[in-house]
Every structure is written in structure tokens, then in C-alpha cells.
């Protein structure tokens, strides 16, 4: 693990293998870090890395990764981190791919900076569907660990960051219209549980322009078929635009 400076944050982060760049924003809430990969149904740094440079980082104030939360901080400071992370490693083109939080991640990196992405991938992606108290719940537990290392944060703070973060919007960090216009092809897989609706996954399917949905991946026999389908994705995409 490596780390660079940003905007006064330490942003920790990794990168395996050669080939076509994938940026793989890990699962795990407000507590998104690389390490949280091994609990996921497959590691993309495992099964990825022998055909692309996987990049996985800390998001700031998870894993090892430290940064201030500002008043105005909210999803656009997450999305500096990341593009500030491929600028520090001079990635200029790359797929982004997420879970669980990760999903709202990548959405926010192709409205950004489409040009920038030959695609995405989102891996049961958090959504706002009837189950608002369990995402400000998540967020208290992580403020509420946090707290005792940072004495220059205040609950006022970071309680102010979650309702920035998870107030509204049924993907929280893009609206319906910027899945409605996102030019970036997109494979997802579905989820199916609180956190991750598999209404949201629809949603995202049938807005997007260029969606495919893969609705069985979880389970031991569907693992192997769905990485199968990743990588064909990937380098169906990787090379669009060259």
C-alpha cells in the first residue's frame, strides 16, 4: 500500500497487475477501504489483476486514509479524492468500478468526467428505497467510532456530512437524469437487500442508455460466470475510443 497528499487529506491506496486501468471503490459504507474486498463475493483485485492494473484506495477517513470533514464536504469531496488519486498516478483513461457505496462513486465519476471512462460497473449498488434510518444508522455507528481517534471532529459535523450525503435522490450522489444521460456503457449487478435494493439496480438499468443487467452472481456457481462476464466487458470497452 502506497499513499499520496490531497487537499489536506493521506489517501492510502493500491494498484496490481498491467493492462487496461480499472478503479475499484470498495464496499463497506462510509468504512470503504480496499481491505474490505476480501469480504465481497469476489476480490476484483484477485481476478482482475492478471489482465488489468486494478487501483483500490482508503476513501478518506476509512481503512488507513485520514482527511478533515469540512462544512461543505459531501459526495463531490469523495470525487476529488478518487480523480486526484488517477491525476497523482497519471491514469488518463480507465473503467471505474464499485460496490455497495462504491455504486454511487462511479455514477458520480462518469457524470464528472465521462470522457474519462470506457466504463462502468456497479455491484449491487446502495439506494434509497424505503430504508432511509438504516443508512443514517450506518453512518452514526461509523461517526460514532471515528469520533474517539479525532478529536478535531465534532457529531455536529459528521452528522451534518450524513444528511449531505443521504438526504434524498434514489442513488443519493447522481440524480435519475444523469443516469438518463450517462454516455459510459454500464454492467450491474443486482442487488437484494436493505442496503442495496435491487429496485435501485433496475432503476439504474432501465435509465441508463447502455446498461446491461446480470441479475444471478452471488451465489458459488454464478461467481465464476459473472467474473467471466466482467472481463469480457471490460475488454469489450477497454479499447473504445483509442
Known amino acids: 500500500m502506497a499513499s499520496f497528499e490531497h487537499n489536506g487529506s493521506t489517501l492510502v491506496y493500491d494498484v496490481r497487475g498491467t493492462g487496461p486501468a480499472v478503479l475499484a471503490l470498495a464496499p463497506g459504507g462510509m468504512r470503504s477501504a480496499t481491505a474490505l474486498w476480501d469480504n465481497a463475493p469476489f476480490n476484483p483485485l484477485s481476478v482482475l489483476s492478471d489482465r488489468f492494473t486494478v487501483i483500490s484506495m482508503d476513501q478518506r477517513n476509512a481503512g488507513a486514509s485520514r482527511g478533515p470533514v469540512r462544512e461543505d464536504d459531501g459526495w463531490g469531496s469523495f470525487l476529488e479524492d478518487q480523480l486526484a488519486l488517477l491525476d497523482h498516478l497519471g491514469i488518463e483513461r480507465c473503467a471505474a468500478l464499485g460496490m455497495c457505496i462504491g455504486g454511487p462513486y462511479v455514477m458520480n465519476l462518469l457524470?464528472?468526467?465521462?470522457?474519462?471512462?470506457?466504463?462502468?460497473?456497479?455491484?449491487?449498488?446502495?439506494?434509497?428505497?424505503?430504508?432511509?434510518?438504516?443508512?443514517?444508522?450506518?453512518?452514526?455507528?461509523?461517526?460514532?467510532?471515528?469520533?474517539?481517534?479525532?478529536?478535531?471532529?465534532?457529531?455536529?459535523?459528521?452528522?451534518?456530512?450524513?444528511?449531505?450525503?443521504?438526504?434524498?435522490?434514489?442513488?443519493?450522489?447522481?440524480?435519475?437524469?444523469?443516469?438518463?444521460?450517462?454516455?459510459?456503457?454500464?454492467?450491474?449487478?443486482?442487488?437484494?437487500?436493505?442496503?442495496?435494493?435491487?429496485?435501485?439496480?433496475?432503476?439504474?438499468?432501465?435509465?441508463?442508455?447502455?446498461?446491461?443487467?446480470?441479475?444471478?452472481?452471488?451465489?458459488?456457481?454464478?461467481?465464476?460466470?459473472?467474473?467471466?462476464?466482467?472481463?469480457?466487458?471490460?475488454?469489450?470497452?477497454?479499447?473504445?475510443?483509442?
Open 111 to 242: 457524470r464528472a468526467q465521462p470522457e474519462r471512462f470506457y466504463a462502468g460497473v456497479l455491484l449491487q449498488p446502495i439506494g434509497l428505497d424505503n430504508n432511509l434510518d438504516a443508512f443514517l444508522g450506518m453512518v452514526d455507528s461509523w461517526a460514532e467510532a471515528l469520533l474517539p481517534e479525532r478529536p478535531d471532529l465534532s457529531p455536529e459535523t459528521l452528522a451534518a456530512l450524513r444528511d449531505r450525503m443521504f438526504a434524498k435522490g434514489f442513488l443519493f450522489a447522481v440524480s435519475e437524469e444523469d443516469v438518463r444521460r450517462c454516455p459510459v456503457p454500464l454492467q450491474i449487478m443486482l442487488g437484494n437487500d436493505l442496503f442495496h435494493p435491487e429496485s435501485t439496480s433496475r432503476r439504474i438499468a432501465e435509465l441508463a442508455p447502455r446498461a446491461e443487467l446480470i441479475e444471478a452472481w452471488k451465489g458459488e456457481e454464478e461467481r465464476e460466470a459473472a467474473v467471466a462476464a466482467l472481463r469480457t466487458f471490460l475488454l469489450q470497452h477497454a479499447g473504445e475510443g483509442q
